[in-house]
């Protein structure tokens, strides 16, 4: 049995689909029973509940040879360190629990450092520390880069303000990757017992890219070649970012994380290699979720 956090997200589902379609018992772990439903119906078990609860999360692991964990993000939180504290906590519980050896930890690259990456920082930083303090479990660390579909999730203040706008410089080189290669090496870990200890794997994505030359891909999908990327300075981003729904701590660290893209902070010492580098292009992932301009009129 192989259990996975997460089942209804981003990555998450897609870890389970690929599961489920290579014949492999899964148990789905999300909050919510009816966007579990459709997995459900494909084959996995599935495990409604709070992913802070403890007790909850100790059920769902055991029995599991192993699982694959992640912490739930919440933009609106006022609270984002504490909030990601209860939760890594609750996972580390729920581990040392239900006996569970082998987990598969969905983190990000820069979880390496302790501060001045944002997000990563205040939530994967210390988790990485939690987890690598249980013993007679292997952990492997998967640390991927930022992912392609953020940068649409832009299209909203695209399609209101006429530009591509965000907190990284424009013309600095960002790996980037789809979050099914994501899922891909999840998958390949999870069925694998090659690894043991604490190991780490970043994935780098395809190639690099600057938010300027996304932007212009990003542009010609939707039938916009002109399109325009803005790094809009740091408050005006803030209160971008609070329209749309952020709390102000999570749009500061919005920021943060944007400003130490833009710095270098976030990198592979050894730089890219075969090993860290996935197949699917930016281009590949907005010609896949994105309407033709033709499709769109």
């Not at 649409?152 to 410089?169: I, Q, R, S, Y």
């Not at 809009?232 to 981003?237: H, Q, R, S, T, V």
């Amino acid at each position: 049995m192989i259990a996975v956090m997460g089942a209804t997200g981003q990555v998450g589902r897609q870890i389970v689909e690929s599961l489920l379609a290579q014949g492999r018992p899964v148990r789905a772990i999300g909050r919510n029973p009816k966007a579990l439903a459709e997995l459900a119906e494909a084959g996995a078990e599935i495990a409604a509940g709070d992913a802070g609860d403890a007790g909850f999360l100790a059920e769902a692991f055991r029995g599991a040879d192993v699982v694959h964990t992640l912490q739930p993000y919440n933009p609106a939180s006022s609270d984002f360190r504490g909030e990601q504290a209860r939760l890594g906590e609750a996972i580390v519980t729920a581990v040392q629990k239900s006996g569970v050896r082998r987990v598969v930890v969905l983190s990000s690259l820069g979880a390496d450092l302790p501060e001045g990456t944002g997000f990563i920082a205040a939530s994967l930083h210390a988790q990485e520390q939690r987890l690598g303090r249980l013993t007679g479990v292997d952990l492997l660390l998967l640390r991927p880069t930022l992912f392609l579909e953020s940068i649409l999730a832009g299209l909203p203040f695209v399609e209101a303000m006429g530009v591509n706008a965000d907190a990284v410089d424009p013309d600095v080189p960002v790996p980037m990757i789809a979050t099914k290669d994501v899922a891909a090496a999840a998958v390949d870990a999870l069925l694998s017992d090659e690894w043991h200890g604490v190991e780490v794997r970043e994935l780098l994505g395809a190639r690099d890219y600057t938010y300027s030359e996304a932007t212009r891909i990003l542009g010609a999908a939707i039938g916009r070649p002109d399109l325009q990327y803005v790094r809009l300075p740091d408050e005006d981003m803030i209160g971008a970012l609070m329209e749309a729904g952020f709390s102000p701590d999570t749009a500061a660290l919005h920021v943060e994380m944007g400003r130490a893209l833009s710095n270098g902070i976030i990198v592979r010492p050894g730089g890219r290699t075969p090993a860290n580098t996935t197949p699917t292009r930016f281009e590949d992932v907005v010609s896949e979720l994105l309407p033709t301009p033709s499709e769109a009129s």
